[in-house]
């Protein structure tokens, strides 16, 4: 089960409890609770984690273009001259 799914039906549990209750203060005071605790945790939203995905995917293609280059330019060098390719 997904966390996300995990939260919203623990919500929805104290939810319906509450709505068969007069006690409609303890959902309030819950959620205030679950939220000041979220906020605790080092928590980033779907699209702050989607932006660095992507991030992370153009960084590894970069990285992967540039060794291939330097591949090239060993290979290049290696076969054209005795001196080794400082770098």
């Not at 939260?7 to 549990?13: E, R, S, V």
């Not at 005795?82 to 770098?87: K, L, N």
């Given at each position: ?5 995990l ?7 104290i939810?319906e409890?509450?709505?068969n209750?007069p ?8 959620r205030s ?5 979220f ?5 980033v ?7 660095q ?12 273009e ?8 060993e290979?290049?060098?290696?076969g054209?001259s ?6």
């Open positions: 089960m997904k966390p996300t799914d939260f919203n039906d623990f919500q929805a549990k939810s409890a509450l709505r209750s006690a409609k203060d303890i959902e309030k005071n819950v609770m679950m939220t000041q605790g906020s605790k945790l080092d928590l939203t779907r699209e702050e984690f989607d932006v995905s992507q991030v992370l995917a153009r960084t590894r293609a970069r990285l992967e540039l060794e291939a280059r330097v591949q090239a330019l290979s290049r060098a290696a054209g005795d001196t080794p390719v400082s770098g």
